[in-house]
């Protein structure tokens, strides 16, 4: 067997520091265990990019970076990743923005990324391809006459048929997604999606052994929940506490990538309630949303900065005394040990999205908290992580009024149920770290049998 070859459109930091965001943060603990190879995009783009990869080595797995002129990184990544995709897949069809300079991009550097690859694996390598941005790469690489492995993991959310058509190219998505190997998805509900949008665009048949025949082939399907490192980011809390005075009030804390599907204004809203409605808690609690800038080129984001500073405000306005600031904001990355100490030392951790693919913020906090005195989560149904972890205070992110009566609920919860609730959701996470994960999609990725439809090996 050959090397790990994972693609993706952010690669790590080649100094290994400063990464946030779900996919970066699980895949380079799971990569670090073997090594391999991490192809990504370079951090800044140049007008005159490099005509082949650039190579580091870190010393637990090697960076290949690949570098792209302004104009087609915009066009590719704010534009039809993030202008387009992103939205359809989050549901939010409304916030589409169709150039056709975007979808030309997006081919363009799946094409240009699939030359550079193909010069570089061999077939014996198993190559693992991440995330919406690059959807089209195992049909560009195939095209090259790469004969390697080839699976693709899906991170956000996939939506249902209807919201998938919403996108003007959908059929070639979903032509390119059945020219992978092994698909895995988040949850059961994206897979099901998969399944009803490969019966009806491409005539797909739903085998026995869960694979699609599809085309002449079989493309094989999984659920492969995500999932982070729990023993590291439990020490990494629990460490970090001993020389960090508690919060002098019960703190609720939210930590999100400052984006439209996270339902910030929401959570704020829901907060908001609570204090109307739960005068002997005003100068008694404290909220505190770290929310880091994302794609903040891209109007949509712009708008949702725009509107969660004003909402932050107008809480504070409302509620706040000279010596209570109901909400503390904060624009921003945190180094990966100073979050996982605010998550011990939080009573209640908000994670609210209205829409997501798995949410690891949620998992981070079930792991970084004191066993003997643990928080309480509320959890949005709507994020993939709700699959997993029932045990967590379920809510919906649009009614303001249920998250508020959470938010009540868990900042009385007696310490029994407390305790339950923790080890339900800590023992169920020790048994599906980001090992597991990686491991298990690994697995059936090398397990697959390349069969055209009669049953005949490729
Ligand atoms: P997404 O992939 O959409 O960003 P996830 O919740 O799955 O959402 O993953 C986000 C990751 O980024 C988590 O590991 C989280 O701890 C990290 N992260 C989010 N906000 C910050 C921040 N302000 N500082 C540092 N890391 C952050
Ligand atoms: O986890 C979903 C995801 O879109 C990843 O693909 C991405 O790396 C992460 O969120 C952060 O977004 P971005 O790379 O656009 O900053």
Same mark, same amino acid.
């Given at each position: ?22 996919? #970066?943060? *699980? ?20 007008? &005159? ?43 939010? #069809? ?13 081919? @363009? ?33 195939? *095209? ?110 939210? #930590? ?34 770290? &929310? ?58 908000? #994670? ?38 029932? @045990? ?24 029994? @149920?407390?305790? @339950? ?38």
């Amino acid at each position: 067997m050959g090397r790990l070859v994972i693609i993706s459109n952010r690669a790590p930091s080649v100094d290994g520091s400063g990464d946030s965001g779900g996919l #970066v943060v *699980a895949l380079k603990d799971a990569l670090a265990k073997d090594g391999g190879l991490w192809i990504g995009g370079a951090p800044k783009q140049t007008d &005159a990019p490099s005509p082949s990869l650039i190579f580091h080595h870190r010393q637990d797995f090697d960076i290949g970076l690949f570098e792209l002129e302004p104009k087609l990184y915009r066009d590719y990544y704010l534009g039809y990743s993030n202008s387009v995709l992103w939205p359809a897949l989050h549901g939010r #069809v409304d916030l589409i923005d169709v150039q056709p300079c975007y979808a030309a991009a997006y081919r @363009e550097v799946a094409g240009r990324l699939a030359r550079l690859i193909a010069e570089t694996v061999r077939d014996d390598d198993l190559i693992w391809v991440h995330d919406y941005q690059l959807i089209p790469l195992a049909h560009e690489l195939k *095209a090259l006459g790469v004969k390697s492995r080839i699976g693709f993991f899906l991170h956000i959310p996939l939506p249902d048929l209807q919201t998938f058509k919403a996108i003007p190219d959908w059929r070639d998505l979903a032509r390119w997604l059945a020219d992978y190997d092994l698909i895995g998805f988040q949850t059961r509900r994206d897979l099901g999606h998969m399944i009803n949008i490969f019966r009806h665009t491409l005539r797909g048949e739903l085998r026995s052994n869960g694979n699609m025949g599809i085309a002449g082939r079989e493309v094989a399907l999984g659920c492969f929940p995500i999932s982070i490192n729990v023993d590291g980011f439990r020490r990494l809390a629990a460490e970090g506490a001993v020389n960090t005075p508690a919060p002098s009030l019960p703190r609720l804390i939210g #930590v999100d990538r400052l984006d439209y599907s996270k339902g910030l204004p929401q959570r704020l809203v829901g907060y908001q309630k609570f204090l109307e409605s739960h005068a002997a808690f005003h100068g008694k609690v404290s909220l505190l949303q770290i &929310a880091p800038p994302t794609r903040d080129d891209v109007d949509a984001y712009k708008a949702i900065r725009t509107e969660l500073e004003h909402l932050a405000g107008h809480i504070n306005g409302r509620f706040g005394t000279v010596d209570w600031t109901p909400v503390q904001y904060i624009h921003r990355a945190l180094p990966r040990d100073e979050l996982a100490v605010l998550f011990r030392l939080s009573r209640v951790g908000l #994670v609210t999205p209205l829409f997501d693919g798995m949410n690891l913020v949620a998992k981070e906090y079930v792991a970084a908290q004191d066993a003997a005195d643990p928080g309480v989560l509320v959890l949005s149904q709507f994020a993939g992580a709700a699959e997993e972890m029932p @045990e967590a205070l379920i809510v919906n992110p649009h009614d303001p009024q249920d998250i508020a009566q959470a938010i009540s609920t868990a900042l009385e919860m007696p310490l029994g @149920e407390r305790i @339950e609730r923790h080890d339900a959701l800590y023992s169920h996470l020790q048994d599906h770290d980001v090992d597991h994960w990686c491991a298990a999609f690994l697995k059936r990725l090398v397990s697959v049998e390349r069969l055209d439809v009669d049953g005949v090996a490729r």
